[in-house]
DNA sequence: CATCTCCCACTACATTTGTAGTTGCCACAT
DNA sequence: ATGTGGCAACTACAAATGTAGTGGGAGATG
C-alpha cells in the first residue's frame, strides 16, 4: 500500500470529489467545485499536480486525448491516517477520550445512538 | 471567548504543557519539552511569541522579573474547533459517521465500552 | 493560412510552519 | 569597569499551502 500521503485541507476537498466520481478531467473538476470553492481552474489543477506528485492521484487518458484523473489511495486509508494523527495531536493518541469527545458534542438521534451502541459492541467482540 | 486561534501541531505540544501546568517560563518549558521535542529553547521561544500573537497564550512576570506564559484560551475550546475543523474536512461535518470510524478501528476495552455507551445515552437526552 | 481555444507545463508570490541563529541589554560576580 | 550568563527581540530560511498568472503546442474555425 501507499503509505496515505498527507493532503492538505484544500486538496482534501479535491480528493472527495474524485473519491466521489472518478475519472474526472482538470476543467469537469473545476466546474465541480466551483460552487463551493470558486477556484480557478489554474488553482485546480495545481492541486491536482501536486496530489499526482503526492502519489494521491493517478492520471489517465481519455478517449479525446485529455488527461483524466482518478484517486490513487483509497479514502478509507487516508480518513484512517488523517484520524490517527488528529487523535495523536489533540488527544494524545487515545481513542476513549476522543470518542467521548464526539459524543458529548454531538446531538444524535436515538436511531443513530442504537447503531453506535452495536458497533461498539462489534468493536470488542474481536 | 477568543474564537479559538489556529494552533499548529508544534504549537500544540506547547499548548498542551501550559495547560497541564502554568505559568512556566520559556527555559522551564525548554527543558520540559526537551526529552520528546529536542527543540532549542529559541524554537520554544519562536512558538511561545506565535502563540501570543495569536491570542492563544497570555504572558506575565514572574517575582524575578522574567516573563512566564500562560493560556489565553481553555483546552476545551480548541479541543472543540480542532474537533470541528477535522469533522467537516474528514467526514463532511457529520458526527456519526467520524464516530462510527473511531469506535471501529480502536480497541476498546469492555468497561470503557460501558462508559462510551452511558454517555451516548446522556448525549440523546436533549 | 491566420486565429482562436483548450489544455498543460512552468512560474509566481504571500502566508504559515518548523526550526533555529544573531544581537542587544541588564544584573551580578570579579 | 568589565566580562558573563540570561533573557528577550529580531532575523533567517526552507518546505508546504493557498491561490493564481503566463506561455506554448495542437486542433477547430473562418
Redesign the interface.
Known sequence: MTPAPDIS?SE?TVM?ALWDASPQTASELTKLLRPTTKWAENTVRTLLTRLVEKGALKTAENSSGTRTYLPAVKREAC??A??ES??Q????GA??P?????????????E??R???K??????KS
Do not use: P, Y
Request: proline letters at 0%; hydrophobic letters at 50%; charged letters at 30%.
Open positions: 485541507e482534501w472527495e480518513v484512517r488523517e484520524g488528529f487523535m495531536r489533540v488527544f494524545g481513542a476513549k476522543l470518542l467521548v469527545h464526539f459524543a458529548q458534542n454531538s446531538k444524535l438521534t436515538a443513530e445512538v447503531e453506535l451502541k458497533i461498539l459492541d462489534q468493536s470488542l
